[in-house]
């Protein structure tokens, strides 16, 4: 067990400082600073051009910090690359769907777990007997991860024929594949109809309970402000507020920023 796991040390599982992102004059993430505990829901909200997807890449190292620092159970982060942060536990979907269009779900979802494969590189190529074994722990991994997200049915379907919906749960699924410590996503409900969003709150509190720390940003309100422990509020790169989803509903300059209205 880490020195966190049980929360004994206190610490949170991610903690950025200062971070910073420039995109020539545009400061995208400006000194944002926020601590995520261990088991939290934790929500990044703001207006378009906030600089949420800006943070994701940020956190997931698609991205460098131009200034500022992250670490993850106590490991600073500002240089380990992607795959490696992958290998860390930290998995991520992309608000542009990224899916292998031509692959059937489950392989899309098999394809997620290459980075725990535990066996040796030349038994994929001589098809020895613990590539066989290994095979099938995956395709049974990865049917469960299926059903979980509603799409056992489907797992047959190249990517690319799923509805919009479906594509976003199997991204989901596939993120899931890698065994994340820190999950994050980036505008799950978008394109979801109502009962689509209501399976993704439910699922998304199961993965909470499962014990995944989840970093959501939606501008779904209502999946927000339902699922979200905290929620911090972003606006022209920099933190407007953070608090609870009751204390950022009745914050004014919160309301501002909103224009009043989608919050409430
Ligand atoms: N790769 C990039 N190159 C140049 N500018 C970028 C790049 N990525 C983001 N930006 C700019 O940085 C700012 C923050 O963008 P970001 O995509 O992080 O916002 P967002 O909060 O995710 O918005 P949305 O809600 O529309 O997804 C915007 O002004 C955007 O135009
Ligand atoms: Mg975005």
């Known amino acids: 067990m880490s020195a966190t796991a049980d929360g004994a040390a206190g610490e949170p599982l991610l903690r950025t400082q200062e971070l910073q992102k420039n995109f020539g004059g545009v400061k995208a993430v400006s000194e944002i600073s926020f601590d995520v505990p261990m088991g939290a829901i934790f929500a990044v909200i703001g207006p378009n051009g906030a600089g949420k997807s800006t943070l994701i890449n940020l956190i997931s190292g698609v991205y460098r910090p131009d200034a500022g620092s992250l670490s993850f159970d106590g490991v600073d982060l500002s240089t380990m690359p992607a795959h490696l942060r992958v290998r860390f536990g930290i998995a991520r979907t992309f608000q542009k769907i990224r899916l292998f269009r031509q692959l059937t779900a489950l392989d899309n979802v098999i394809a997620g777990f290459h980075v725990h494969h535990k066996i040796p590189a030349w038994q994929y190529l001589v098809h020895g007997a613990a590539f066989t074994a290994d095979r099938r722990r995956c395709r049974d991994q990865a049917m469960q991860l299926l059903e979980f997200v509603g799409m056992s049915g489907r797992a047959h379907v190249p990517a690319g024929s799923l509805s919009y919906g479906e594509q976003r749960m199997l991204e989901l699924a596939r993120a899931l594949a890698t065994k994340p410590r820190l999950l994050l996503i980036d505008e799950p ?54 608090g609870t989803p009751a204390e950022v509903q009745k914050n004014p300059a919160v309301i501002a920023a909103y224009l009043g209205g989608e919050l409430l």
Do not use: P, Q
């Open 189 to 242: 409900a978008a394109g979801l109809n109502a009962a689509e969003v209501d399976g993704l709150l439910d699922r998304i509190r199961s993965l909470r309970h499962g014990g995944t720390t989840v970093i959501l940003v939606e501008h779904n309100m209502d999946l927000v402000m339902n699922v979200a422990d905290r929620i911090m509020v972003m606006e022209y790169g920099r933190r407007l507020f953070e």
